[in-house]
């Protein structure tokens, strides 16, 4: 499949004037230096650190990077002072729902495209793991190997988002999510009623992960390593599109779909990709999450199920690889405690109250609010009447504030 990109400036230029920025090339031929902001900003114009707010780049760089080592070696030893409870009840859950949560928030929060599918791709590589595989019913279970089932059913998922893909990015806002949640709630059904496939509401049970390399991943410990190190690829694999052309391109869509179409851009073509690599994510998700229940039945695909990844990239924040796993690690824990608090048939009260509070403080999700207090917290930037501290404007140069219609 090609895409018309010249390569990342290129893309970035073009994503720039999605959101009404000039050309680099105008702030270079001696016109006025517009100054925005937006996905893949690129004003053509190098601006000294003081401008940023009098931190250098590669102290931002190495501020991120520490702050990075810093999460990993946390998770890292995590197990070594949390109980078993908390390592996988806790920890594994919260890794293997993020990372279906991290598919949606690809969709969502860089292409701009909310769906209630996400859930219904992982229940069907779910289902194909544990049909392909080895369950407790020999009368559906054909006996692959636990690799080659695992291939089979990231195929199938990535094809299945594929395919829902194709449909749903013929409309926009609620049709969208209305379309998802249609077929979601046909699988629910087919898989429900349908019991020479799917065994119908049983499910099928015993689907256990396999041993790899002499380690169990049916014992908490392995199996929280095994969803860690998936939920580290998918953080990684999402923050590397984000910057990338293709990911630089499609945040340009989400802004302004037509602009990206005229400046020759495939944006069907884009977003059916974005669909293809989310469900290849909510595969890698679906498959553990069979692991970790060592079962699966329609209840782990109904419309439950389905908002509850909504509800857990909201709370994160959507626009940062991280607000999956930290919407996640919210759920998780209210969805543990919560019964604590109220009896077990209320606990979705204390959930609901949760999320509504969240989204009140900020819309952005616990990471945006996290953001904002950070930036309070730094000391502000003298500027002159012109937007720009003396000291960062070089000379010959001027910056004015272009105003949008």
């Known amino acids: ?26 702030a270079a031929g001696g016109g006025t230096a517009a100054v ?17 707010g009098g931190v250098s780049g590669r102290t931002i760089l190495s501020g991120r990077a520490i702050a990075h080592l810093a999460v990993v070696l946390a998770l890292l030893l995590y197990p070594a002072v949390a109980t078993p409870f908390f390592t996988f009840q806790v920890g594994a859950q919260s890794l ?45 279970s054909l006996g692959w190997p636990w690799w080659l089932a695992v291939l089979a059913a990231l195929a199938i998922g990535t094809l299945a988002a594929t395919l829902i893909g194709m449909l749903a990015v013929r409309t926009e806002g609620i049709y969208t999510i209305m379309i998802t949640l249609a077929i979601g709630v046909a699988f629910f059904y087919l898989v429900q009623q349908n019991y020479t496939v799917f065994n119908g509401f049983q499910g099928l049970a015993r689907v256990l992960p396999p041993a790899l390399y002499g380690a169990d991943l049916r014992a908490p410990l392995p199996f929280y390593y095994i969803s860690l190190a998936c939920a580290a690829l998918g953080y990684a694999t999402v923050a590397y599109i984000a910057r990338a052309p293709f990911g630089m391109a499609l945040q340009g869509i989400r802004d302004n779909a037509r602009r ?35 079962q699966i039945s329609p209840g782990s695909v109904n419309t439950t199920s389905m908002i509850n990844i909504l509800i857990i990239a909201v709370l994160g924040g959507m626009r940062h690889p991280a607000g999956a796993f930290l919407g996640a690690l919210l759920f998780v824990l209210l969805q543990n405690f919560a019964v604590d608090l109220v009896d077990r048939e209320r606990f979705n009260l204390v959930i609901g109250g949760v999320f509504l509070l969240v989204l009140t403080v900020s819309p952005d999700g616990l990471l945006g609010l996290w953001r904002r207090l950070r930036g309070s917290a730094r000391p502000a930037v003298q500027v002159d009447a012109k937007g720009a501290s003396p000291a960062a404007t070089p000379h010959g140069i001027t910056t004015k504030t272009r105003r949008h219609p």
């Open 36 to 52: 925005g902001s937006g996905p893949g900003a690129d004003t053509g114009l190098a601006m000294p650190p003081a401008a940023r």
């Open 260 to 294: 990206m179409r005229a400046l020759g851009f495939h944006v069907t073509a884009h977003r059916v990709a974005a669909h293809a690599l989310a469900g290849l994510i909510a595969s890698v998700g679906g498959v553990l999450l069979v692991w970790y229940n060592s």
């Open 1 to 26: 499949m090609a895409y018309p990109m010249a390569g990342t400036a290129t893309v970035r230029q073009a994503a720039g004037a999605a959101v009404g920025l000039p050309h680099p090339a105008a």
């Open 96 to 140: 293997v729902l993020g990372l279906i949560a991290l598919s949606l928030a690809l969709l969502a929060g860089y292409g701009g495209m909310v769906t209630l599918s996400q859930m219904t791709v992982a229940g069907i590589a779910g289902y194909s793991v544990a049909l392909l595989g080895v369950n407790a019913d020999t009368a559906h």
